[in-house]
């Protein structure tokens, strides 16, 4: 079994930063890709950033130049530094992780539970 447990999320002012953490662990052979997603109230949920295992980075245009996405691969953590805070980031933010938890099993792809994240104005 794979579990993902998150950490990080909570209230900040516009302008203010949070750091999101996310831990794989389990019965895991491979970790791959690792994204964050976030899902507004009445919005569909966004891919707000994807790190590759060799630390190749992607991000949403809503989001460049103001968060960053990493890893630890001895850790098997990704993290999710948020700075520049806009009102408009405030959502539910999710990470997933691909992961081929056996050698002769294929990859799935597994979910965090989720963290609120809250940007007053």
């Known amino acids: 079994q794979v579990q993902l447990v998150e950490s990080g999320g909570g209230l900040v002012q516009a302008g203010g930063s949070l750091r999101l953490s996310c831990a794989a662990s389990?019965?895991?052979?491979?970790?791959?890709?690792m994204d964050w997603h976030r899902q507004a109230p009445g919005k569909q949920r966004e891919l707000v950033a994807t790190i590759t295992s060799g630390g190749k980075t992607n991000y949403a245009d809503s989001v460049k130049g103001r968060f960053t996405i990493s890893r630890d691969n001895a850790k098997n953590t990704v993290y999710l530094q948020m700075n520049s805070l806009k009102p408009e980031d405030t959502a539910v933010y999710y990470c997933?992780?691909?992961?081929?938890?056996?050698?002769?099993?294929?990859?799935?792809?597994?979910w965090g539970q989720g963290t609120q994240v809250t940007v007053s104005s």
């Open positions: 997933t992780a691909h992961i081929t938890p056996l050698p002769d099993s294929g990859m799935y792809i597994y």
């Open positions: 389990g019965t895991i052979f491979s970790l791959n890709n």
